[in-house]
């Protein structure tokens, strides 16, 4: 039987606020997450794993537009520019979750949103038009927030799971923490073709980072 794809598709704040430190760690966290996704993808021979990203400041861009297998991906820095126009990152990506473009026979995308801040435009907007296509709806979505400034509100609505939290990353080591929770339980919850179900992801062992307490000098 031919494998289904599964689209991964990371939605990164790179507004100013993420400037210096955690950009750098969030671009080492993905980066270094990838060789664990292959590994993932390799052990759910049936599922195709494909990834691409989303970045949004003043406007929302395609970073990797194209899928990409993930054997094949190579991961581009980010960097940062402006505000946090979520709405318009969330609205690029709706686009995408129609069928077509979208296969019929595709698995579950996955929806990872980091961010660190506020809302600067119309968010609510872009989230009501993920969640009127098919595949928005069927997401298998996560969110990280980074430090103690992130918006928790919208990211848990985001997430439209009362049983789901978003991960907190208050420090690099949980930042590299959530990003590989994120790649690997994400896509397991998303490999597994489960009929009449609900998310997968929310029957996921859960195990968000803890900050160590030597962690404490490095909290953003």
């Known amino acids: 039987m031919a494998n289904r794809p599964v689209h991964f598709i990371w939605l990164l704040d790179c507004s100013y606020s993420m400037q210096g430190e955690k950009i750098a760690r969030l671009n080492y966290a993905i980066r270094e997450s990838v060789p664990e996704m292959r590994s993932v993808a ?18 929302a861009k395609w970073h990797h537009q194209t899928p990409v297998p993930v054997d094949d991906f190579t991961w581009q820095d980010v960097e940062v520019d402006g505000m946090t126009n979520l709405g318009e990152a969330l609205s690029l990506v709706s686009r995408e979750l129609q069928s077509p473009p ?16 506020v809302p600067t435009d119309d968010w609510k907007a872009g989230l009501k038009a993920v969640d009127a296509t098919p ?3 069927k997401a298998v979505r996560v969110a990280i927030a ?7 509100s919208v990211l848990q609505e ?15 080591k949980q930042l590299a923490a959530a990003i590989r929770w994120a790649s690997t339980a994400a896509v397991k919850a998303a490999s597994q073709p489960v009929a009449g179900s609900a998310d997968p992801l929310a029957k996921q062992p859960f195990a968000p980072p803890v900050l160590d307490d030597d962690d404490e000098d490095d909290v953003w």
Request: aromatic fraction near 6%; avoid cysteine; charge should be negative.
């Open 102 to 117: 979208m296969p019929q026979r595709a698995l579950k995308p996955v929806l990872a949103l980091v961010s660190d801040g």
């Open 42 to 59: 390799h052990d759910n021979p049936a599922a195709q794993l494909l990834l691409r990203t989303v970045t949004f400041s003043t406007t």
């Open 135 to 137: 595949w928005g709806r």
């Open 146 to 152: 980074i430090g103690h400034d992130a918006d928790r």
């Open 158 to 172: 985001f997430l439209a799971n009362p049983e789901l939290q978003p991960l907190d990353a208050n420090s690099p």
